[in-house]
């Protein structure tokens, strides 16, 4: 073997050494990167809406309602600074339900709908306003429309007792529907026990809920009766 | 010589064969001159003796003169079935990752439906036919058109199970009454008074309990025509259904986000049907004749 031949072998030698070392740094900077995917969206939420705080703000146990499997919702337990104000507390509510889903596949509420604006009137008519993300951004359809909006509803049914029915904007707006299908041109019922309409093909309820963690929504899947 | 006695006989045989073949088709060749002038029967068939009431009409129809009168069509009984594809035109509704819409699929998947419906005896109506998108109130005024209806509306998912099939019926509020001790209304009735009218935008309120009995029925055939289906069918605020006079549920397949919509929509066609025909025909035996609440 030629003195050439070993330089240029040694060489190689040193570039397939450089390879397989800077490979494992690409690898783990992709794996940043498919990390910042998450992390951007989170970002950009945190910057549009950032987390409401009031004086009055105590630590508390909260149930979010979440998807809890692919046409229900199940309610879970989290720990969060709640303001003793109803108007905050609903804000405070609204975000923790679109920001902090404990997996991608429980989320209900698109990632970067924003709470505008959230309002109470005296009668216990909630106002709650979102941004264009939640018509633009939510899949078209019954059974994902119906499920953004029930957990909107049983979220603040379950953390904000007083509140007796809820209107949906969008951008300060009455839109026809969320997506195409669920009606938001009326009220959604909360804390109000509806009747169900018995049908004598079952006898069981049209609606029911795993719900032994629900704390306080027997019809947990039951989508809040709409005006 | 010979060539021109040839001329002479095929002339005379052209000349002969023109008027013969004339004269076996008379009426024909007035029909064609003169389509307004009516036609003489042919001399070899008797004449069919019109009802006196009845003047002869002129043109083709008379010429193959009617022996015995058409039998109507059986037209079945039972309810006007109105399906609705939802969507239409700009509205593409759920779209599938292939770019595969929703509204395409439910066009396909309705006029299967329709067929196999039709097939079964009932008679079948679609709000629409084509690429249209008829507003939410026009395809709820051709089902309030009808005295006897049931309203079924099409749709499908972009999320859940694929394969699976959800029937939901228009769950309203209570009429609101405000707190007595709201400060908004003092002094104002809870509600107003009963005028014994129903708004149009709650045209389906007094067949609620009747749209969840119906949507029952189908959720348990679809449970058992379709695999991952759940027993129960579900209410929801839909905003297609909150206007129609009548029985109204609204069918989801899910979902476009499947690996093939387009056969998943078409194979869905007929066991959709059947399960509808076999809860429409239940309904009616438990819901004879009406079904306001």
């Not at chain 1, 995917?37 to 705080?53: G, Q, Y």
């Not at chain 1, 499920?147 to 951008?171: C, D, F, Q, Y």
Request: glycine share 6%.
């Amino acid at each position: 073997m030629t003195r050439n031949w070993k330089i240029f072998l040694a060489a190689l030698l040193a570039c397939v050494v450089i390879g397989l070392v800077s490979l494992k740094g690409l690898h783990r900077r992709m794996a940043r990167l498919a990390k910042a995917d998450v992390t951007e969206e989170e970002a950009r939420h945190e910057v549009l809406a950032p987390p409401v705080s009031t004086p009055t703000d105590v630590s508390a146990k909260a149930s979010i309602f979440w998807a809890g499997g692919p046409d229900s919702l199940a309610p879970v337990q989290i720990e969060l600074p709640l303001s003793a104000d109803a108007q905050e507390r609903s804000r405070q509510l609204l975000q923790a339900l679109i920001a902090d889903p404990p997996t991608p596949d429980q989320r209900t509420l698109p990632a970067d709908t924003e709470v505008l604006g959230f309002y109470i009137l005296p009668d216990g008519t909630a106002i709650a306003d979102f941004s264009d993300a939640l018509s633009n951004e939510t899949p078209s359809g019954i059974l994902s429309e119906r499920m953004a909006v029930n957990s909107i509803a049983r979220t603040l049914e379950s953390n904000v007792p007083g509140l007796r029915r809820l209107k949906i904007l969008v951008h300060g707006q009455e839109v026809d529907t969320l997506a195409g299908n669920v009606d938001l041109t009326g009220f959604f019922d909360l804390n109000q026990a509806v009747p169900q309409p018995m049908s004598p093909a079952l006898s069981v309820a049209p609606t029911s809920l795993p719900s032994a963690t629900a704390p306080k929504a027997p019809t947990a899947n039951t989508p809040p009766a709409k005006h | 010589m010979r060539n021109t006695f040839g001329v002479v006989a095929l002339a005379l045989g052209i000349f002969v064969y023109v008027p013969l073949g004339s004269a076996q088709a008379p009426g024909q060749q007035e029909q064609q001159s003169n389509p307004q002038q009516p036609l003489a029967p042919p001399a070899s068939t008797p004449p069919v003796q019109a009802p006196p009431s009845t003047p002869p009409l002129p043109g083709p129809a008379q010429q193959t003169p009617p022996t015995a009168t058409p039998t109507p069509a059986p037209v079945p009984a039972g309810p006007i079935i109105v399906l609705n594809p939802a969507h239409g035109g700009t509205d593409s509704g759920a779209r599938g990752q292939n770019g595969a819409a929703e509204k395409d699929l439910v066009l396909r998947m309705a006029r299967g439906v329709k067929a196999e419906l039709e097939r079964q005896g009932f008679r079948v109506i679609m709000t629409r036919n084509d690429d249209s998108n008829p507003s939410y109130d026009d395809r709820a005024a051709m089902a309030n058109a009808y005295r006897d209806v049931i309203f079924i509306s099409l749709h499908i998912a972009s999320t859940g199970t694929v394969g699976s099939v959800r029937s939901y019926y228009e769950q309203m509020s209570l009429p609101y009454a405000p707190p007595a001790d709201s400060a908004a209304t003092p002094g104002k009735p809870a509600l107003p008074a009963a005028s014994g009218l129903n708004s149009w935008n709650e045209a389906q309120r007094p067949y609620m309990n009747a749209s969840h009995r119906l949507a029952d029925l189908i959720q348990i055939e679809l449970a058992q025509k379709f695999n991952g289906s759940a027993d129960t069918s579900l209410g929801a605020a839909i905003r297609g259904l909150r206007s129609v006079a009548g029985p109204a549920v609204a069918i989801e397949l899910s979902s476009v986000s499947g690996p093939n919509p387009d056969t998943l929509a078409n194979a869905a066609a007929a066991p959709l049907a059947d399960a509808i025909a076999e809860a429409v025909n239940a309904f009616r035996a438990v819901t004879p004749g009406g079904a306001r609440q």
